[in-house]
């Protein structure tokens, strides 16, 4: 059937307030109805076991878990240990396990749950610093509780990556900021640019002309700033907006990135499972959104919880790029051969030549963490790997944009 | 064929948006012609870029039957005016088709430069004038006003101005009692040999070109072998009849009445607007006076987007053409853009109305170079050439003196913008010839200027000038001594021959910084930096640059966001098609439209 999955994404729908950013399947939990996220949890769980009896992997074998939201820490204790608990009996000692969380709902009792049921990371939401920037994006937390729930999370043991928005004028600077967090531990850090999410609150404003944004100059001019701090610290740009010292990746995104098989359970999530019967072709299957109506659907009430979609060896094929590329790992010849019969080189001549400035020999895949899909020996790629350098990521679109073009000139198979 | 004393030809001649399709609407109500639950707004206006621009380009006509007060019915043919003025020459052959006119005026606006000059029109052709008042319902209707405009300004007699209201429909039965009482029946008689005017034609997939014509003496029947005075080519009658929404067959067409024949004819442009019908083997002495033909005062390339089109909008100008004897247009071809078409229009309107009827019509996406006027330019080898292309330019060397078309402008302004209009037309090259009070708060202003000033920039400045209250005629009135140059633009260092433009030597500085400034706002930031320069020859006289794209990707791109950045991108791949590579530079279809309109937004 499909290449087994072996990550795992659980969707947690809630939060305590909405972000004026935000687009994501989340509501505040205050407004569910009762009951409402006790019976979700347990109907994640059980979807799992769904899906897991349908695609593997067999015996438990994940290599990586990752319980996002929303913000699954804004579950009252009881449940959250439920939810973790009822994850660990079904996911047998993986080798990376993130939860993510918010400085304003991380606790002593939540961190020891986390301890308790093997969690080995905690993404934190951190966003900014700036309190009266946090405040203009109806974020709850300030620089304080931030300071205070890092120190308690690195305290206990966790690996701790932190989430920054870029884009927005802050008083400390972002290379400020990110300063602040590593020298409090943090060794993970994801920096995205703002995206203005049609329908949220930030983007209506920003379209009256309320929002301060940085010029494209001056943003460039901060994430220089940023990487040169970062570079100092022994830190790398390894996909677009993530940055870590060699080997303190977030695994469980690599398997997103090198588009390996993965499962997605929770309203909203999704799954991707690869290399099915049709040579290149792949299956995509998204949760329904709404809670309620999820709840109805793994219970049997109502239909499939899922809408399925088989994407084309064709699609499959652009997807593999369009993540592979995002990483200074570059696509994985080996992985591509196996699911399309061909390597990018051969699939792409005229746009990796037009490319040729930008590209530089694939980073060696983070192997010393074992039991992964994606772990090698750390040896050198082969010689015709590449990714793109950091201008090139910069431009990740234009890139793609090239090789879509190319793939639909040519026949559809690799030939 | 009908007794001419019970036919009534008439028009209705208004300043644009005046409310003329509107109260055409009405009249076919009212007539019941049709149902007013299949009424169609603007019955008349049957393409659809009239309809949504509420603008009528090409003229049509429609046969009522009324019956009056006296109790006899009457057939009022209303021949519908294009509104706009590079159609005056359409106007003025609609216009004398007519025995009257109904000069409407919007009560909220008054009368305004084309109802003056529409109407000096009609009083050329001897026409009875009827004053029509429209808009009465709207809450800003000044009737007393209007009144004394039409007395003041118009020299008529208010008392005998109609109160209408075209969309509530009030007033019109008392129009149409005025049309009978007013306008004068045709005096032609049959036995007279044949002349009849034709005043539009049309062409119909099924049937050919339909020709649309007002018989003066004589009368056309089918089988009679006719002749066109002014071409000189003779058909074969095969059908007459009347407009009656769609065309109603008739045994002929006597003296006085307005209606269609249909003769064989192949294509519109075989077929001269003005031009008189007589009988090949009776014929009159002479033609009806006033023919002329139209000839184009604004050229500009059109190619398609899309190299491969070529044939796509090869064949959409041939249909375009079929119903459009105005539009001419010869094969072209440029450097950066590839092959295409050199077009010839009656002014800037019929410009942009081909333009968007190629792109919604005939599906095409286009690039259109900036338009230009025709030059006259004396070679120092005494040869005398006309150049519109900038692709043809000879060089300043090989010129001995050049000349351009210069028109007459009429501006009707209130008081308080007199100034700034004044200003508006100096920095255009124009002389002011006279200012005229037409009222103690209104005036007209005649200036003379170079047409190629019209073309860019000014209707936009005029009217934001005049907080819109200005309106605008003009008409041409020859050539005048100029000094010519040829404005160059390089991208990345590369001339790009679409951009070029044939300028007044003197404005060539500001033209250029505005072009350069224009482009720098239209075309996107790109991989590298890319200079935008003006040049005269060999002499760089203005530059801009356009920095490179700093960022181009998707900030977030996890397990559950795959298929739709996926489409996204495919959606992008879509959008790049309406890209034009030039060199190693992507510049969109606006970036051609940028050098032609006047954008406040990219303005320092």
Redesign the interface.
Known sequence: MFAPPRSL?VHVPFCRSKCAYCDFASAPLAEAPEGLAAALVDATLHRIDELVARFGPASGGFSTVYVGGGTPTVLPRPLFARLLEGLARRVVSPCEWTVEANPESLDREALAIMRGVGVSRISLGVQSLDDALLRDLSRPASAAVTEAALALAVEAGFSVSADLIAGLPRAGGLAGEAAWLLDRGVCHLSV??L?LEEGTPLSARAARGELALLS??E??AERMRLESLLIARGFRRYE??NYAPPEAESLH?LA?WRMDS?L?AGP???S?LVQGEVPGASL?L?EMRDPESYLRACSGEIANPATE?PIAPR?AV??AL??GY?TVFGPDHAAFRARFGCTPPELLPRSLAAWSSRLVPAASWPGARASWPGARPPVPRSADERALDGRG??????F??DC??EL?ERSPSCG | MRDPAFIRNFCIIAHIDHGKSTLADRFIEKARVVDSRKMQDQMLDNMDIERERGITIKSQAVALEYEAKDGKTYTLNLVDTPGHVDFSYEVSRAISACEGALLLIDATQGVEAQTLSNMYMALEHDLEIIPVINKIDMPAADIAETRRQIEHELGLDPEGALLVSGKLGTGVDELFEAIVERIPAPRHKAEDPLQALIFDSHYDPYRGVIVHLRVFGGSIVPGQRIRLMNSGAEYEVEETGKFRITLAKTEGLGPGEVGYIIAGIKTVSDVRVGDTVTDAARPAASALPGFKEVKPVVFSSIYPMDAADYDELKEGLEKLKLNDASLVYEKDNSVALGFGFRCGFLGLLHLEVVQERLEREYDQAIIMTAPSVRYRIKLTSGETIFIDNPADYPGPSRIEAAEEPYIKAQIITPLAYIGNLNTLCFDKRGTLVSQNHLDERRVELIFEMPLAEVLFDFYDKLKSTSRGYASFDYEVIGYRPTKLAKLDILINDKPVDALAQLVYEPNAYERARKTCERLQGAIPRQQFKIPIQGAIGSKIIARETINPVRKDVLAKCYGGDITRKRKLLEKQKEGKKRMKMVGDVELPQEAFLAVLRENEENER
């Open positions: 994404y995205y640019d995206i494209e100059d943003a460039l677009v907006s995104n997103y993965y997605g909203g999530a999704v991707t995509r998204e979609t699609d652009f997807e369009m993540m995002r990521l910069d431009l990740l679109n234009r793609l944009l879509l073009a639909e």
